[in-house]
């Protein structure tokens, strides 16, 4: 079965420096990859997807790579703020299970 | 504009007794999903509607079913609840199914403790 593994650990960033969470897949690459943001006591919010055959996607301050070779996205928030700090998923769709698969998510803390 | 909603927010519920979480989408969305998160597992698919008339099995649908009488409604019943079903439940819609390249748009949970 497919696995999906983000870092479990929390990620604590000083304020301004750039935030890089990582999304690791097992067996057959997703058609597309998903990021999501969750705040506490809220459902996920829609960040940004992209495609298998796409390396990079950016939106304002984020950016994500897809890695094919590595079975990984890198999931980057530059000039990062506290405001920043949150939960952020992960999402893959296999096209032959049509469905999509979240991982656990790692939490991101961006200090002052 | 509400989106997604979901009731109740809450709910304590004692082990055998049946209870349903509602959810209603005004976006006129075709798909719908139920996932439960418990920490550490993340999301898990409990049960989707890819139309309304039609459903199917996620990952973990023991113990849970939907009906899907319409666009709008898509509710989870837990026939007998036990413990291991206390978790947040959330509702999530998307205009089409995953592998239209849709982004699913998340209700704001339900907390269930089933003692």
């Known amino acids: 079965s497919q696995k999906i593994e983000q870092n479990s650990e929390a990620l604590n960033i000083q304020e301004g420096k750039t935030a890089t969470l990582t999304c690791n897949y097992t067996?057959?690459?997703?058609?597309?990859l998903q990021w999501y943001r969750q705040d506490p006591g809220r459902g996920p919010v829609f960040l940004l997807l992209?495609?298998?055959?796409?390396k990079e996607k950016r939106k304002e301050r984020l950016k994500v790579t897809f890695d094919t070779t590595l079975k990984q996205s890198l999931f980057h928030i530059t000039a990062s703020q506290p405001a920043d700090s949150a939960t952020y998923l992960c999402?893959?769709?296999?096209?032959?299970?049509?469905?999509?698969?979240f991982g656990s998510g790692t939490r991101l803390s961006i200090r002052p | 504009i509400a989106g997604i909603t979901q009731a109740p927010t809450s709910q304590i519920l004692a082990a055998g007794r049946r209870m349903t979480l509602r959810c209603t989408q005004d976006?006129?969305?075709?798909?719908m999903y139920w996932y439960r998160q418990d920490l550490g597992l993340g999301l898990r698919l409990i049960h989707y509607s890819n139309t309304a008339g039609t459903t199917g099995k996620g990952e973990v649908p023991d113990g849970y079913s939907v009906s899907r009488a319409n666009t709008d409604d898509f509710p989870l019943t837990l026939a007998s609840a036990v413990p291991s079903q206390t978790s947040v439940y959330f509702c999530a819609s998307s205009v089409g199914q995953p592998n239209s390249y849709n982004e699913q748009f998340f209700g704001p949970g339900t907390r269930l403790t089933v003692l």
């Open positions: 992209i495609r298998e055959n796409e």
């Open positions: 999402a893959l769709l296999y096209s032959s299970a049509s469905k999509i698969i």
């Open positions: 976006m006129r969305h075709n798909a």
């Open positions: 067996n057959y690459s997703p058609a597309y």
